[in-house]
């Protein structure tokens, strides 16, 4: 089974639909992330999360929230999703960084379509 | 602007033969990874680089981060049909936050 997993992993909506992407790890890391890949742009951070009560924005939060439910449990919501979120997106986890060469763990990523 | 440049964008080649993809920025870094992502899976580390001039190897890929620490390359020999992927650059900026860089698109045919 994978250490990061990720549900689901293909989603078609429609404008104005809410949305929730799940994403569960077995690693025991305190830290998790999620981004968003789109092609020739890389991937974005979204949110990120150091514990349970740590949430913190990253650079393309509009639009987006987040819950951290449990250590291992972090889910990524569209309150309304539109067009333009369509995208790739992983969530990711790391352990503390030590000496700022912590490595990250991807999920298999969530495929999301909206029409 | 992206922080990270990397080239080229795409590439394709026949298997066997050689390459190198590079990621270049205006900044230093205290260290430099690198992941290669596959269809239909996350971003995979392949390895963290944290020495100017440092050159690691891991079986038919070199990897070398250079002397000012603002850049790196990855050097494939004898390119195999396994090794395409997306290949991303990324730093650690501050305590939380990773930056990526756009990755350079590989396919090897057999």
């Known amino acids: 089974d994978a250490d990061v997993t990720q549900t689901p992993r293909n989603r078609i909506t429609k404008t104005g639909k809410r949305i929730m992407l799940e994403c569960s790890q077995t690693k025991g890391h305190d830290r998790m992330y999620w981004y968003r890949q789109d092609p020739g742009l890389g991937l974005r951070l979204i949110y990120y999360?150091?514990?349970?009560?740590?949430?913190n924005k990253g650079e393309i939060s509009d639009g987006y929230s987040v819950s951290r439910q449990a250590q291992a449990k972090f889910s990524l919501s569209l309150e309304s999703a539109i067009p333009n979120q369509t995208a790739l997106y992983f969530c990711?986890?790391?352990?503390?960084?030590?000496?700022?060469?912590?490595?990250?763990?991807f999920g298999e990523g969530s495929r999301l379509t909206v029409l | 602007t992206q922080l990270l440049e990397q080239s080229p964008q795409f590439l394709s080649i026949q298997e066997g033969e050689n390459l190198t993809v590079y990621c270049n920025s205006s900044?230093?870094?205290?260290?430099l990874q690198w992941y290669r992502q596959e269809p239909g899976e996350g971003p995979v580390l392949l390895v963290t680089?944290?020495?100017?001039?440092e050159v690691k190897k891991l079986k038919r890929l070199t990897f070398q981060f250079g002397d000012a620490r603002k850049d790196s390359s990855l050097h494939i020999t004898a390119a195999q049909t396994g090794d395409t992927g997306l290949y991303l650059c990324?730093?650690?900026?501050?305590?939380?936050?990773?930056?990526f860089g756009t990755g350079t698109r590989l396919k090897v045919l057999a």
């Open positions: 999360s150091f514990d349970v009560k740590d949430i």
């Open positions: 680089v944290v020495t100017g001039g």
């Open positions: 900044s230093v870094f205290s260290s």
């Open positions: 990324a730093v650690l900026s501050g305590t939380y936050k990773y930056i």
């Open positions: 990711a986890t790391s352990d503390q960084a030590g000496r700022n060469t912590g490595e990250l763990f």
